[in-house]
Nanobody
Framework: QVQLVESGGGLVQAGGSLRLSCAAS????????MGWFRRAPGKEREVVAR????????YYANSVRGRFTISRDNAKNTVYLQMNSLKPEDTAIYYC????????????WGQGTQVTVSS
């Protein structure tokens, strides 16, 4: 089992950048695939990016590809989401999640961190 805590959210102007971090507890972090998801007001939760256990494989939603970068540091039990060229439509609560399977269903979730992008 793994516990996740996100940080790094906040308010930023359009075109700006933020880096989200997700710190995981436990000694088995390196065996988990990790994902970032988001839920915007009035919308369903959607996947933003995923990364496999060793960082070799990544996936990005079309809406963020080329602007966001997911990475992980297994020595620090942390996964990151670098978000550049932010747009107002990126406003959402961002969650990190973990699963043994890169393709999900992602059974372990953090509490979320708010990202607000002003126009």
């Amino acid at each position: 089992q793994v516990q996740l805590v996100e940080s790094g959210g906040g308010l930023v102007q359009a075109g700006g950048s933020l880096r989200l971090s997700c710190a995981a507890s436990g000694r088995t972090f390196s065996t988990y695939a990790m994902g970032w998801f988001r839920r915007a007001p009035g919308k369903e939760r959607e996947v933003v990016a995923r990364i496999n256990w060793n960082g070799i494989s990544t996936y990005y939603a079309n809406s963020v590809r080329g602007r966001f970068t997911i990475s992980r540091d297994n020595a620090k039990n942390t996964v990151y989401l670098q978000m550049n060229s932010l747009k107002p439509e990126d406003t959402a609560i961002y969650y990190c999640a973990a699963d043994r399977n890169y393709n999900g269903p992602y059974n372990y979730w953090g509490q979320g961190t708010q990202v607000t992008v002003s126009s």
